[in-house]
């Protein structure tokens, strides 16, 4: 549950920052950290909710 809350989170972080980096950092955590949180709500939810690409990033209709 708690790790849950974590992941979610995470989310509203990158939603809002617009990328992994700026919300790891706002979050206190790594790149690599924030993206697995984000992998493993994804995993669970059974939905993708970041669109990613090399230059950006947005929010699917899930997301």
């Excluded at 790790?3 to 980096?21: E, K, N, P, W």
């Excluded at 790149?31 to 669970?44: F, N, P, Q, T, W």
Aim: glycine share 6%.
């Amino acid at each position: 549950m708690i790790r849950d809350l974590q992941a979610l989170r995470t989310l509203v972080a990158i939603a809002a920052g617009g990328s992994f980096a700026a919300a790891a950092a706002s979050l206190r955590m790594s790149r690599a950290m924030a993206s697995k949180h984000v992998l493993d709500l994804e995993a669970e939810l059974g939905v993708k909710l970041i669109s990613r690409t090399t230059r950006r990033l947005s929010l699917t209709e899930a997301g």
